[in-house]
């Protein structure tokens, strides 16, 4: 099972950013996804999770309003869309297969990760 990653970058304060991550080596569609992230010095937190069938999906707080998470299950891929982008999002952005597929904020219920793609936003 791989996960790949990209669409990370360095951008302003405002800005946009759309990640991708692509899986292989699994039905797709058959499970829930998710992204996290890790900023420096911090433990690695939830972001957004999306249910199998891309009806059900879940947000921390502080992303609520500025990023959507959808899925393409024809093309393996699950996408997370930022906008209006602070300082405080940067870190790096992991996506990760859930074990089951109804999308879950827990890190232990989640079994296969990317590799992470940075994301810096300046002020």
């Known amino acids: 099972v791989q996960l790949q990653a990209s669409g990370g970058g360095l951008v302003q304060a405002g800005d946009s950013l759309n990640l991708s991550c692509q899986l292989s080596g699994r039905t797709f569609s058959s499970y829930a996804m998710g992204w996290f992230r890790q900023a420096p010095g911090k433990e690695r937190e939830f972001v957004a999770t999306i249910a199998w069938s891309g009806t059900m999906t879940k947000y921390t707080d502080s992303v609520k309003g500025r990023f959507t998470i959808s899925r393409d299950n024809a093309k393996n891929t699950v996408y997370l869309r930022m906008n209006s982008l602070k300082p405080e999002d940067t870190a790096v952005y992991f996506c990760?297969?859930?074990?089951?597929?109804?999308?879950?904020?827990?890190?232990?219920?989640?079994?296969?990760w990317g590799q992470g793609t940075l994301v810096t936003v300046s002020s």
């Open positions: 990760a297969t859930c074990r089951g597929p109804y999308g879950s904020t827990l890190i232990s219920d989640y079994d296969y």
